[in-house]
T-cell receptor, first 114, second 109 residues
Framework: NAGVTQTPKFRVLKTGQSMTLLCAQD?????MYWYRQDPGMGLRLIHY???????AKGEVPDGYNVSRLKKQNFLLGLESAAPSQTSVYFC?????????????FGPGTRLLVL | GNSVTQMEGPVTLSEEAFLTINCTYT??????LFWYVQYPGEGLQLLLK?????DKGSNKGFEATYRKETTSFHLEKGSVQVSDSAVYFC????????FGKGTSLLVTP
């Protein structure tokens, strides 16, 4: 039982390049989330998914797209990377989304955009 | 809207000192409250939670009580260890999980 895994762990991009971050969970959770963590800002929700084939915008969705083609995977895409997207990205999953549900986090992807 | 405010860090303590990290919240309804911990180089993991007023969450010697009257969920530990050095996040959940900005704790031998 690996929990939540993320690939890659670290990536350097040039401005304008694209990339996809992969999140996988083996807990059969319905809900999955993408957050970004910036110094002094806590974690901010980018996009989330309430089930296979569904996605929704979070607090800071601009410049990102997501897809949930399989229940266990949640992909975060950057079509044209910008230096403002330099951050640490965390994926999380939960069984449901009622208040009180614990979210389980991956180890993070550190992205540097030059 | 919902929000969480937690004390600014960094907090530096000597081993075996008493720890308090303050957390207050603003919510329109009846949220659940959480403390997550992030050890260096890792993702967040749940430390403890409370789902209704007056509930006390506890884990690994840490405690926090859901105080509706003061809208607070302060984290406490009676005797910290070097291994407790980490960043601690207070969070609330109604529909979405709202995090505070985090408090960095450094415990020195």
């Amino acid at each position: 039982n690996a929990g939540v895994t993320q690939t890659p762990k670290f990536r350097v991009l040039k401005t304008g390049q694209s990339m996809t971050l992969l999140c996988a969970q083996d807990m059969n959770h319905e809900y999955m989330y993408w957050y970004r963590q910036d110094p002094g800002m806590g974690l901010r929700l980018i996009h989330y998914s309430v089930g296979e084939g569904t996605t929704a915008k979070g607090e800071v969705p601009d410049g990102y797209n997501v897809s949930r083609l399989k229940k266990q995977n949640f992909l975060l895409g950057l079509e044209s990377a910008a230096p403002s997207q330099t951050s640490v990205y965390f994926c999380a999953s939960s069984y449901g989304r009622r208040g009180g549900e614990t979210q389980y986090f991956g180890p993070g992807t550190r992205l540097l955009v030059l | 809207g919902n929000s969480v405010t937690q004390m600014e860090g960094p907090v530096t303590l000597s081993e075996e000192a008493f720890l308090t990290i303050n957390c207050t919240y603003t919510a329109t309804g009846y949220p659940s409250l959480f403390w997550y911990v992030q050890y260096p180089g890792e993702g967040l993991q749940l430390l403890l939670k409370a789902t209704k007023a007056d509930d006390k969450g506890s884990n690994k010697g840490f405690e926090a009580t859901y105080r509706k009257e003061t809208t607070s969920f302060h984290l406490e530990k009676g005797s910290v260890q070097v291994s407790d050095s980490a960043v601690y996040f207070c969070a609330l959940s109604e529909r979405a999980l709202n995090f505070g900005k985090g408090t960095s704790l450094l415990v020195t031998p």
